[in-house]
């Protein structure tokens, strides 16, 4: 099921701060911060960039965490990146969004001229949802949202992070998670609310699986509130995964979530 809406190179020779991976996916380094680095693999010298922003709660998961994604890069020709940032409670998610905004703008440095797509899982989703609406954060490198060609979110929930969070087990798991990664900025750290009208936004590819209440709303708040800012946000319904499946198996042959991404990335590249 579907709800959509909307509202009318080569590689530099030498990348500063490298080094090579057992898997021959190069580190890029963006700060003096172990975990401010970046994971780039095969580079064709033309196409759409996507880079991946993992999961963990904001105090885990680390850039390996690629699953599918290098094969399904591969595929569709994209040249894929796959970024770390400062976990809590060193930082909170604040950082990390910078860390992430940080990692946008050193593949527009690096790869300028192509189109660039920003895709996160889970708390990953929330930070890639707030780098692709907040202007503070892509701001600080002479950049805007509107820098980039899209934005695709796996099963997040922080979008409002000042909403209701359920009740139950789940929901007292998400307000302690929430409240370390969010203390009293709950309200400045929630894309939804960031939200306003006179920005320009790139397209919003929202996914979210049937299962989950919190995200499913969470989702549809976002889009809208892109919408009605005048941006343009689809959301789509994964049926059958879990929160971990939608993560692990996308991108892998014949993955429906994969493929509307892919499509996706073809139509706004």
């Known amino acids: 099921m579907i709800l959509a809406v909307a509202a009318g190179l080569a590689p530099s020779a030498v990348l500063a701060r490298t080094r090579r991976r057992a898997d021959t996916a190069r580190v890029v380094s963006f700060g003096p911060h172990p975990l401010q680095a970046l994971d780039l693999h095969a580079c064709p010298d033309t196409g759409p960039v996507l880079l991946f922003v993992h999961g963990g709660g904001w105090s885990r998961g680390e850039r390996s965490m690629v699953h599918a994604l290098p094969a399904y890069a591969a595929r569709h020709g994209l040249t894929l990146a796959s970024t770390s940032y400062r976990l809590v409670p060193e930082v909170g998610a604040r950082e990390a969004a910078e860390d992430v905004a940080a990692a946008v703008a050193r593949l527009k440095q690096d790869l300028p001229g192509r189109p660039l797509f920003l895709l996160g899982h889970s708390a990953g989703a929330h930070l890639a949802a707030l780098v692709g609406v907040d202007p503070v954060y892509l701001g600080a490198h002479g950049l805007g949202p509107a820098d980039m060609a899209g934005v695709i979110l796996l099963d997040g929930a922080g979008y409002d992070a000042t909403g209701d969070r359920g009740r139950g087990l789940a929901g007292r798991v998400l307000g302690r998670m ?7 900025d709950a309200a400045a ?5 960031r939200i ?3 920005r320009e936004y790139p397209p919003f590819l929202i996914f979210h699986i049937a ?3 919190d995200s499913a709303a969470q989702s549809r708040g976002l889009a809208e509130a892109l919408i009605r800012a005048g941006g343009r946000a689809e959301v789509v319904v994964a049926p059958g995964d879990s929160h971990r499946e939608i993560n692990v198996g996308f991108g892998a042959a014949r ?3 994969g493929e509307r991404a892919a499509a996706f990335i073809v139509a706004e590249s």
């Open 178 to 184: 929430y409240e370390q990664a969010f203390g009293a």
């Open 255 to 257: 993955d429906p979530e």
């Open 196 to 198: 306003a009208s006179g």
């Open 211 to 213: 299962s989950r209440q």
């Open 189 to 193: 750290l929630s894309p939804t609310l």
